[in-house]
């Protein structure tokens, strides 16, 4: 069955940087838009980001200049590269795989991790 495991979280002060890392396994990657998305304690999912197999990544404005999503199709894993975390960056990250062209609603993802958690101290 298809997995995706995400990696990299942990604790870190405002300020800092996180790496973190989704490797999906037994699907056709390339055939996949790929998104992260987080939530935080009390509060909805919400999508940071996505990019697409070829073209151009989107961001949440609330991460936009600060986090940058990228994607290594060779090695089946999507990568999110967070700067000048804000405490407000303090939740479980996701990725999700959605088949085929992206949308920018972050609805009908296909597959989804189980969760990285990040927490960000001030």
């Known amino acids: 069955q298809v997995q995706l495991v995400e990696s990299g979280g942990g604790s870190v002060q405002a300020g800092g940087s996180l790496r973190l890392s989704c490797v999906a396994s037994?699907?056709?990657?390339?055939?996949?838009?790929m998104y992260w998305f987080r939530q935080a304690p009390g509060k909805e999912r919400e999508g940071v980001g996505f990019?697409?197999?070829?073209?151009?990544?989107n961001y949440a404005d609330s991460v936009k200049g600060r986090f940058t999503i990228s994607r290594d199709n060779a090695k089946n894993t999507l990568y999110l590269q967070m700067n000048s975390q804000k405490p407000e960056d303090t939740a479980v990250y996701y990725c999700?795989?959605?088949?085929?062209?992206?949308?920018?609603?972050?609805?009908?993802?296909?597959?989804w991790g189980k969760g990285t958690q990040v927490t960000i101290s001030s």
């Open positions: 999700a795989a959605k088949r085929d062209y992206c949308n920018d609603r972050y609805v009908g993802m296909d597959y």
């Open positions: 990019i697409p197999t070829y073209g151009t990544t």
């Open positions: 037994r699907l056709t990657y390339s055939a996949y838009c």
